[in-house]
């Protein structure tokens, strides 16, 4: 079946240092990739839609300069967290639209990367 | 937009017992609707879906049921395993929409 692997898995920084996520689709291709965010014990809430070769699309009320995605090729997208804060500190998760033989399009999700910034 | 309603929020049952989680969903035009499970520190898996033009769905110990006119679906484990234990979202998308909106979870703990 369809795999994403994110990367980290974990990562804790400094209050103002940047933070690059990955998220790889390993055996389909992805135009579209999602990055989600989850708070202890809540739902997760979709940050952006990231696009191959073109401009992610944000979510209301999610900062665009401070979570930089980057969707360069159609297996990799990356999440930056510029000048991280401790408020950012959360579990963030993406996930990737692949076709089944039924051509339904079918969400799967990295295994997520918890930020924690001191 | 999409709004989806996940009950209960905790549900916690004996092994063996049956559960079953309920969402509802407020656009009709959604059309598929999958569930997830979500162990602690792990990101969601599919476990089973189900598309508008199916009532019912089953997978083993899993079946999920459709209602359209009531715009409700249901995620009905039986059997119940420790490892069953885990937070589910259902969640509801719409061909002409690009997003996966989520319930707010339930958290199933499974007492042995």
């Known amino acids: 079946g369809a795999v994403v692997s994110q990367h980290p898995s974990r990562v804790i920084c400094k209050s103002g240092t940047s933070v690059k996520i990955e998220c790889r689709s390993l055996?389909?291709?992805?135009?579209?990739m999602f990055w989600y965010r989850q708070f202890p014990k809540q739902s997760l809430m979709l940050m952006a839609t990231?696009?191959?070769?073109?401009?992610?699309?944000?979510e209301q009320g999610v900062e665009k300069d401070k979570f930089l995605i980057n969707h360069a090729s159609l297996t990799l997208s990356t999440l930056t967290v510029t000048s991280a804060h401790p408020e950012d500190s959360s579990f963030y998760i993406c996930?990737?639209?692949?076709?089944?033989?039924?051509?339904?399009?079918?969400?799967?999700f990295g295994a997520g990367s918890r930020l924690t910034v001191l | 937009g999409e709004n989806v309603e996940q009950h209960p929020s905790t549900l916690s049952v004996q092994e063996g017992d049956s559960a079953v989680i309920k969402c509802t969903y407020s656009?009709?035009?959604?059309?598929?609707f999958p569930w997830y499970k979500q162990e602690l520190g792990k990101g969601p898996q599919l476990i089973i879906d189900?598309?508008?033009?199916?009532g019912e769905k089953k997978d083993q110990r899993i079946a999920v049921t459709l209602n359209k006119t009531a715009k409700h679906f249901s995620l009905h484990i039986t059997e119940t395993q420790p490892e069953d234990s885990a937070v589910y979202f259902c969640?509801?998308?719409?061909?002409?929409?690009?997003?996966?909106?989520f319930g707010g979870g339930t958290r199933l703990m499974v007492k042995p």
């Open positions: 656009d009709s035009a959604s059309n598929y």
């Open positions: 996930s990737a639209r692949s076709h089944r033989g039924s051509g339904a399009n079918v969400l799967t």
């Open positions: 969640a509801a998308i719409s061909n002409a929409g690009n997003m996966l909106t």
């Open positions: 189900i598309r508008s033009n199916v």
């Open positions: 055996d389909f291709q992805a135009t579209t």
């Open positions: 990231s696009n191959e070769g073109s401009k992610a699309t944000y």
